[in-house]
């Protein structure tokens, strides 16, 4: 039934105040949820690249983070060596008369903290921690023959020194063989570790 005028609730001065109310209301309610959709769409895309870090993936980045903090101390030392490097070499070109070309050879010898700091940490048996020694001996033979031709310092030295010990510290808490790797037959994380 329709009534004419005044008591028809949408002509209504009160009731048309309502209704206007109830518009805007469900108009910003209507915003919200696509503002929150657009929300969740773009932080479930951010979600979707945090991974949880294993308890060997944080041994590693400690382990890391102790090695550069050594390797910050040692930079200072290596910094005022080639200082000291490139006054001399000033001096002793002054010096000479003729420009002839040098028969000698340079060079510079590293080691990468980093690489094995990810092979003691992904090493699962005493087997695999004493690849990782037998590379950090080579290193440290390495570096001292280095430093005999002045191509590292001190600092190289302590870095890989310091690795040694621990990969020692590690090898006591790995098992003596690992049953993951008689297990696995394609490449583990100590491999994956080697490579990268």
Do not use: H
């Given at each position: 039934?329709?009534?004419?005028?005044?008591?028809?609730?949408?002509?209504?001065?009160?009731?048309?105040?309502?209704?206007?109310?109830?518009?805007?209301?469900?108009?910003?309610?209507?915003?919200?949820?696509?503002?929150?959709?657009?929300?969740?769409?773009?932080?479930?895309?951010?979600r979707e690249d945090v991974r949880e870090i294993s308890?060997?993936?944080?041994?590693?980045?400690?382990?890391?983070?102790?090695?550069?903090?050594?390797?910050?101390?040692?930079?200072?030392?290596?910094?005022?060596?080639?200082?000291?490097?490139?006054?001399?070499?000033?001096?002793?070109?002054?010096?000479?008369?003729?420009?002839?070309?040098?028969?000698?050879?340079?060079?510079?010898?590293?080691?990468?903290?980093?690489?094995?700091?990810?092979?003691?940490?992904?090493?699962?048996?005493?087997?695999?921690?004493?690849?990782?020694?037998?590379?950090?001996?080579?290193?440290?033979?390495?570096?001292?023959?280095?430093?005999?031709?002045?191509?590292?310092?001190?600092?190289?030295?302590?870095?890989?020194?310091?690795?040694?010990?621990?990969?020692?510290?590690?090898?006591?808490?790995?098992?003596?063989?690992?049953?993951?790797?008689?297990?696995?037959?394609?490449?583990?994380?100590?491999?994956?570790?080697?490579?990268?």
């Open positions: 039934m329709y009534i004419s005028g005044q008591n028809n609730i949408y002509r209504n001065p009160v009731n048309k105040k309502f209704f206007d109310i109830k518009r805007l209301e469900k108009a910003e309610k209507e915003e919200k949820e696509s503002r929150a959709e657009t929300t969740e769409k773009m932080y479930s895309v951010l308890p060997e993936g944080r041994l590693a980045a400690v382990l890391e983070q102790e090695a550069r903090e050594q390797a910050d101390s040692g930079i200072e030392a290596r910094e005022k060596q080639s200082a000291s490097k490139e006054q001399e070499e000033t001096e002793i070109a002054e010096k000479q008369d003729d420009p002839e070309v040098s028969e000698e050879q340079g060079g510079k010898v590293a080691v990468n903290v980093g690489k094995r700091m990810r092979q003691i940490a992904a090493a699962k048996s005493r087997g695999q921690l004493q690849q990782v020694l037998s590379l950090l001996q080579k290193d440290l033979s390495d570096c001292k023959a280095g430093l005999e031709k002045g191509w590292c310092d001190e600092s190289e030295i302590a870095k890989v020194e310091a690795l040694i010990s621990k990969a020692e510290a590690r090898m006591s808490q790995v098992p003596q063989e690992s049953g993951q790797e008689k297990e696995q037959g394609g490449l583990d994380e100590f491999a994956m570790a080697s490579l990268m």
